[in-house]
């Protein structure tokens, strides 16, 4: 009969265990803004690719099929660093610059079925318009640094920016992930540290 209460018992624990796991949110990926780099490391499949001078990290991964460099992002909070930003930058070249427009068009309409509507979409910015009437153009003109556009989505601990932009002939697609509650407190290190070297 005690075998039988503790394989009961074991069973339940498990089943509690399940459960608590199944309902774990994540802010991004399986992390949470705040996990110090070693946490962070714990959640990913292999070991960095990179970590610069900072502490940042960056991976080789990919994102909706798409190659990827992902960075997370610490800032220093008393005796530990603390993540607060993550962002994936596309890695695929094109010859075709308008495969860029079509690249951010895709994230643009899968994070639209993650997050629902963008919280901030001001269209296109076009400072230059030589372009602006000539579609098949337009992936040029955003690597010339005529055009650009982001959006952002908003949750209630994370602000996620899709972006694409360009100058001197490159383009960059990227989807940056900030923590609404560290933003601040990253930005203020950030600029402590560059003051101290004033």
Known sequence: MKGLLFVIACLAISCCADYVEAQTEYDFRRINWGMGPEEVK??????????????????????VGKRAVLWYMFFPSGSQSKLWKAQYILMDEYRNDNNYIRDFSELFEKLKLKYGSASFDPGWQWN??????????????????HVARWVDFKTDKTTIRLAIGGEN?????????????????????????EASDL
């Open 42 to 63: 714990a959640t990913e499949a292999k070991p960095p690719d990179k970590i610069d001078d900072e502490g940042d990290m960056a991976y080789l991964t990919s994102v």
């Open 128 to 145: 230059q318009t030589l372009y602006q009437d000539d579609p098949e153009r337009h992936g040029f003109a955003v690597s010339l640094g």
């Open 169 to 193: 002939y490159k383009i960059n697609v990227f989807i940056t992930y900030t923590s609404n509650e560290y933003k601040d407190a990253a930005e203020s290190a950030a600029a402590a540290s």
